[in-house]
């Protein structure tokens, strides 16, 4: 069965920095691309970031370019983001996502996702 | 950046109405890279529907996709209890990969 398991969520201050992981089973992970896909709290969801296969690709909405990075451990089955100087507006549930391709194209399996509170 | 716009907002119907949820893109999607989720309260979204038109695997056939272009639709034919949620359209054409902002279809 797959399943995707995020962690590393919690209360940060604004400014600060978290680093969020995705650990992947039940499926060939260097096989597939990945994806960042976030929901504020009552909001819809948004797309974030997406990493091909090899990490030879990695694309970013313009909302954390620059202050994110996506990486992946193939070896450890698992995706990462970065995320470097954090703002009120980056509050949300992030939720990792198993691409259908090995590059790029549309969420075919969602983990459950982990809480990220940027606030003073 | 292919803004997604969807609408309506919010649907009421009872089960056993059909439900149209439109999705309309900003710019041409060629090869029809448009894909369908389900989100329930508390869950993380569910794909429905890929490629505009195919359904993913072990979802009902009460659910259907059409579409070309610009425009867009999810088709429930029949809801079901279960049918209640939100629903988003998403296109993976392009980067960055944007959903629309949502369609509600609550019981009415």
């Known amino acids: 069965e797959e399943q995707l398991v995020e962690s590393g969520g919690g209360l940060v201050q604004p400014g600060r920095t978290l680093r969020l992981s995705c650990k992947a089973s039940g499926f060939i992970f260097e096989d597939y691309a990945m994806d960042w896909v976030r929901q504020a709290p009552g909001k819809g969801v948004e797309w974030v970031s997406g990493?091909?296969?090899?990490?030879?690709?990695?694309d970013y909405a313009d909302s954390v370019k620059g202050r994110f990075t996506i990486s992946r451990d193939n070896a450890k089955n698992s995706l990462y983001l970065q995320m470097n100087s954090l703002r009120p507006e980056d509050t949300a549930l992030y939720y990792c996502?198993?691409?259908?391709?090995?590059?790029?194209?549309?969420?075919?399996?969602w983990g459950q996702g982990t809480l990220v509170t940027v606030s003073s | 950046e292919v803004v997604l716009t969807q609408s309506p907002g919010t649907l009421s119907l009872s089960p056993g109405d059909r439900a149209t949820l439109s999705c309309r893109a900003s710019?041409?999607?060629?090869?029809?890279?448009l894909a369908w989720y389900q989100q329930k309260p508390g869950q993380a979204p569910r794909l429905l529907i890929y490629?505009?038109?195919s359904r993913a695997t072990g979802i009902p056939d009460r659910f259907s996709g059409s579409g070309s272009g610009t425009d867009f639709t999810l088709t429930i034919s029949r809801l079901e209890p279960d049918d209640f949620a939100v629903y988003y359209c998403q296109q993976y054409l392009n980067s960055p990969r944007t959903f629309g902002q949502g369609t509600k279809v609550e019981i009415k």
């Open positions: 710019q041409r999607l060629s090869g029809n890279y």
């Open positions: 990493i091909s296969w090899n990490s030879g690709t990695t």
């Open positions: 996502g198993k691409v259908v391709g090995a590059t790029w194209g549309y969420i075919e399996y």
């Open positions: 490629g505009a038109s």
